[in-house]
């Protein structure tokens, strides 16, 4: 146990030694996050706080791997697969992330890096390849490699989509690790539980520094890299014959970031919005635009966390026979959580949509053209007849151009023009699910409010 706790020690040290350097670094070469319509933050902070997380968390076991004299531990680290997916792989998914919070990287190419890299630990043995239940075994055959990546990429982008507010990405991180931790512990898996330490001290280390306020934030360096190692390790750790405890386990204890990530792309799907366009509707966000501060929402939302690492904790030690009613209580809680943020009404009002024709498409561009000739006074007499309460125009900056009528600081939708821009159309009622039709409107209309902007018509 020793070693463990060395490895925790070790990597917390180094953050909290390192962190403050890295933060004037960022500083001097304006590696910053800048304020814009999506932040809710005030000022530039650094970004690059995922140097030193995954730095940290590499570094115990490597020194390990250099310095140990028991043969045990000699083979326990110094395996190809775990030197080429684990150390490898977590050190170039950083390095991605690190070239995007610096310059910037398509989501297109991040995401296919992503799937590649997530193949590549299938390849050498990072798969989930089937689920041993107390009916038999299921085995995934050919489907091992769509479901191991399909496990990786997801569990990298809801880190990375959680990484919005003041200390959160960070401390659901600290809670996943330690349930990482004692799952390896459990099954044997000395590896596993080496760099479950390791990482738990990184970010309780990076923690003293990203709690609100925060001095540094990890970016997508950061983000990522967790997001990562911790869907490896969960596979390696959780791995004695793939039972239903070590599938549930993970999932279980990652259930805030993976509900958040899997309401996004039910909210974008409902909305009609490209997947990959950011919004301020996360789970967090909802609760800011309830009142609350965000050190308010950040220990709420851990002690969700808290409640969801006692669930898997439990978990563990049960037999997969008896997890019927651990899966019963989590899916409780999250149905009464989603239903509290006002999720379920998107189910409440789904409904179909044909096709666009090719007149209609005809149509929709004499639309676009006559939108931008409107005058403010025109917009306004439009918009009155449409389930509004009130509309606003908000910069990249984040700054409010224009703003007419009332607002609603839950019931929203953001509508994004030129790339960071976004106009924001407040609802009577609830935002109700869009269909295809409806969501090409609603651009052209905010099209048309932003060229009335632009044009200097809206004063």
Known sequence: ????????????????????????????????DQVNSRKIHRGKIPRIGGIGITIGT???????????????????????????????????????????????????????FQIGIASLAWYFGFSITGIFTPFGAFEFGIFALPVTVLWIVAIINAFN???????????????????????????????????????????????????NPAKIFMGDSGSMFLGYMLAVISIQGGNKGN??????????????????TGMAIIRRFFRNQPLFQADKQHIHHILLNRGWTQRKVVISLYGITILFTALALVTIFLK???????VTVFSIIVFVFITRLGYMNMFY????????????????????????????AEIDKMVAELPFVGWEVISESGKTLIKKGEDDPIQF?????????????????????INAREAVLMELLAKGIAHCIIENRCK
């Open 413 to 433: 939708l953001d509508i994004t023009y030129d790339k960071e821009g976004v106009v924001r159309f407040f609802w009577k009622e609830n935002v109700p699910t």
């Open 349 to 376: 009002n789904r409904f179909s949509q044909r096709k666009e024709n090719k007149l209609e498409s005809r149509l929709m561009q004499a639309y676009e053209i006559a939108m931008q000739s409107l005058s403010l």
């Open 243 to 260: 039972t239903i405890i070590s599938i549930l386990v993970p999932i279980i204890a990652m259930g805030l970031p993976i509900l958040d």
């Open 161 to 211: 989509l959680i990484d919005g507010i003041d200390g959160l990405s960070s401390g659901v991180a600290f809670f996943a690790s330690l349930t990482m931790f004692i799952l390896s512990m459990h099954n044997g898996h000395t590896f596993a539980a080496i760099f479950s330490a390791s990482m738990a001290g990184a970010v309780v280390g990076f923690l003293l520094f990203n709690f």
């Open 58 to 112: 590499l570094l115990a076991p490597v020194i390990l791997l250099v310095t140990a004299t028991s043969p045990e531990w000699k083979e326990a680290l110094s395996g190809r697969s775990i030197m080429i997916v684990v150390i490898g792989g977590g050190g170039a998914i950083s390095l991605l992330g690190l070239i995007d919070d610096v310059w910037g990287v398509r989501a297109r190419w991040k995401f296919l």
């Open 320 to 326: 997969d026979s008896e997890v019927f009613l651990i």
């Open 1 to 32: 146990m020793a070693i463990y706790l060395l490895s925790f020690l070790a990597s917390f040290t180094f953050l909290v030694i390192v962190t403050p350097f890295i933060i004037k670094m960022g500083i001097k070469y304006n590696i910053v």
